[in-house]
């Protein structure tokens, strides 16, 4: 089931843009920070933004935070009130808690607590550009798990022109394309018979190694 209703806790940058992105996205969003700038920032803009402390159960209790579907903890100044938010969140029955980690140990902590998914903005965000910068044609990419990834690729000019069966990805590296992203619209699970043209988006999966080499030798 897809979440409906969110509350964010935390309205710095982080979780001020993931706010915002959910609304966005046409999702209802409860945002609560103990700063009052913040929340005034974020009045109009958010179904509801409080000024509370996350950290005190009969507030949190009062706000109705239990009855929504995904609570984020976007606490990223003080490990201490991030823990107890999120403990306090999985104890009033939130169904889906995520929260951001500032350091390794810290979302070690998370994790032991229970919280369902534990992100690492900075790092993981440090990790993805360092990969754009030495990959002059990757523009993204999912970890998969540690052996598999997809990425998304630009289609360089020495592919202009190129059917699927002349690049021929999954006899030459391993690695398969799955869909293509151009102007007029997106193929997915393209034939043997379509077409790359320079400039086009390819989406790419596979082993590590069969990308990186798929990069390496024909990119
Ligand atoms: P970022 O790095 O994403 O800008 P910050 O860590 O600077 O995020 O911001 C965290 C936000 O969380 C701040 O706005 C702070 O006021 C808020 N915050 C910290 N502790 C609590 C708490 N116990 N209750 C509510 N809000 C809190």
Do not use: W
């Not at 700063?35 to 109009?44: F, I, S």
């Not at 938010?85 to 808690?97: P, Q, S, Y």
């Amino acid at each position: 089931m897809k979440a409906q209703q969110f509350v964010v806790i935390g309205l710095g940058r982080f979780g001020a843009s993931l706010a915002l992105e959910l609304m966005e996205k046409g999702f209802e969003v409860l945002g609560i920070d103990h700063n009052e700038e913040r929340v005034e920032e974020m009045t109009d803009k958010l179904t509801h933004a409080v000024m509370a402390d996350a950290t005190d159960e009969s507030v949190m209790r009062s706000l109705g935070v239990r009855n929504l579907d995904c609570g984020i903890v976007a606490i990223g100044d003080n490990m201490e009130r991030s823990i107890l938010t999120a403990i306090l969140l999985k104890e009033l029955g939130v169904k889906m808690v995520v929260a951001k980690a500032i350091s390794i140990l810290h979302g070690r902590a998370l994790e032991k607590l229970g919280v369902d998914r534990v992100i690492f903005p900075e790092r993981d965000m440090g990790i993805r550009v360092a990969h754009q910068l030495v990959t002059p044609h990757l523009l993204d990419y999912i970890e998969l798990s540690k052996d598999y990834k997809i990425v998304e690729l630009t289609v360089p000019s020495c592919m202009d022109g190129k059917s699927l069966a002349e690049i021929n990805t999954r006899a030459k590296y391993g690695c398969s394309i799955i869909a293509l992203n151009r102007e007029g619209g997106i193929i997915v699970a393209p034939t043997a018979h379509d077409y790359l043209y320079a400039g086009d988006i390819m989406v790419v999966i596979g082993s590590n190694e069969s990308i990186d080499q798929f990069e390496e030798e024909a990119v």
